[in-house]
T-cell receptor, first 114, second 109 residues
Framework: NAGVMQNPRHLVRRRGQEARLRCSPM?????VYWYRQLPEEGLKFMVY????????ESGMPKERFSAEFPKEGPSILRIQQVVRGDSAAYFC????????????FGSGTRLTVV | QKEVEQDPGPLSVPEGAIVSLNCTYS??????FMWYRQYSRKGPELLMY????GNKEDGRFTAQVDKSSKYISLFIRDSQPSDSATYLCASHTGNQFYFGTGTSLTVIP
């Protein structure tokens, strides 16, 4: 039973390029959450999605960031025109419906903007 | 004021010591409290999950919640080198989890 799968594990982008981060939730999980972790700042909530719906995007920057969770395939966090300040570890978590205790994190994608 | 505050440490203890990790929170609506362990370059993994005030024990780990003072603690007995990691406290309301910044723990053999 595979856990939450994130890819790539490491991503290097030049300033101005697009970054696409993928997250496949655990089997049976229909809720996906994205977090950003910066050194000494902890995990910050970005967005909560269910299949084909964005439920809560209150933590997403207003510009350049978007997320989707299509009917088929993984959830995608997209960052357009990346800047150095976007360098961070991005974690995805998934949970079953109503199952906060089943909240499981992936191993993260480490984005470096050069 | 952050929703959840945590002393980042670092904390260094000898093997076998009792470790006390602490957090405070500000939102009275929080009812569920969690402790996560995060090894370097890995995602957080759930260690303890508690509801409301009181203690919960699981092996060498004890989680304690005091809602009157908005204080949550994790105690590790007989600490092992394999316990060396960053420990994150968290709570949630609705869809969002709120995490502390994490305390880095090193257990020296």
């Amino acid at each position: 039973n595979a856990g939450v799968m994130q890819n790539p594990r490491h991503l290097v982008r030049r300033r101005g390029q697009e970054a696409r981060l993928r997250c496949s939730p655990m089997k049976g999980h229909s809720h996906v959450y994205w977090y950003r972790q910066l050194p000494e700042e902890g995990l910050k909530f970005m967005v909560y999605l269910q299949k084909e719906n964005i439920i809560d995007e209150s933590g997403m920057p207003k510009e350049r960031f978007s997320a989707e969770f299509p009917k088929e395939g993984p959830s995608i966090l997209r960052i357009q025109q990346v800047v150095r300040g976007d360098s961070a570890a991005y974690f995805c978590a998934s949970s079953p419906p109503g199952g906060v205790r089943g909240y499981t994190f992936g191993s993260g994608t480490r984005l470096t903007v050069v | 004021q952050k929703e959840v505050e945590q002393d980042p440490g670092p904390l260094s203890v000898p093997e076998g010591a009792i470790v006390s990790l602490n957090c405070t929170y500000s939102n009275s609506a929080f009812q569920y409290f969690m402790w996560y362990r995060q090894y370097s370059r890995k995602g957080p993994e759930l260690l303890m999950y508690t509801y409301s005030s009181g203690n919960k024990e699981d092996g060498r780990f004890t989680a304690q919640v005091d809602k009157s003072s908005k204080y949550i603690s994790l105690f590790i007995r007989d600490s092992q080198p394999s316990d060396s990691a960053t420990y994150l406290c968290a709570s949630h309301t609705g869809n969002q989890f709120y995490f502390g910044t994490g305390t880095s723990l090193t257990v020296i053999p």
